[in-house]
Nanobody, 120 residues
Framework: QVQLVESGGGLVQAGGSLRLSCAASGSIFVINRMGWYRQAPGKQRELVAD???????NYADSVKGRFTISRDNAKNTVSLQMNSLKPEDTAVYYC??????????????WGQGTQVTVSS
């Protein structure tokens, strides 16, 4: 059982920046992948960025060059630095982790979500 707590969402004008953070707690053995998804009204949930434990990252084409994902394995945290925000970035952002149990069984965990609103 792993719990995720997100923070850092809010309201910002276009061109501004926000930094989202997510902290994992609970019965943690090994966290493999950590990432961020988002879902805007009327749209499907989409991957924003993720990173393996080894540091390999992936980004959605729409955020490349603007967003940066980072993680601290010692603290079990992942952050998303969002720069040059656009109204199209408005969505609920969800932290997601893939946790490996002591039996090396992967389990998917989600945070409650944090609202990001970008005004024009």
């Amino acid at each position: 059982q792993v719990q995720l707590v997100e923070s850092g969402g809010g309201l910002v004008q276009a061109g501004g920046s926000l930094r989202l953070s997510c902290a994992a707690s609970g019965s943690i053995f090994v966290i493999n992948r950590m990432g961020w998804y988002r879902q805007a009204p009327g749209k499907q949930r989409e991957l924003v960025a993720d990173m393996t434990r080894e540091g390999t990252s992936n980004y959605a084409d729409s955020v490349k060059g603007r967003f940066t994902i980072s993680r601290d394995n010692a603290k079990n945290t992942v952050s998303l630095q969002m720069n040059s925000l656009k109204p199209e970035d408005t969505a609920v952002y969800y932290c997601n982790v893939v946790h490996l149990s002591k039996g090396w069984v992967p389990n998917d965990y989600w945070g409650q979500g944090t609202q990001v609103t970008v005004s024009s």
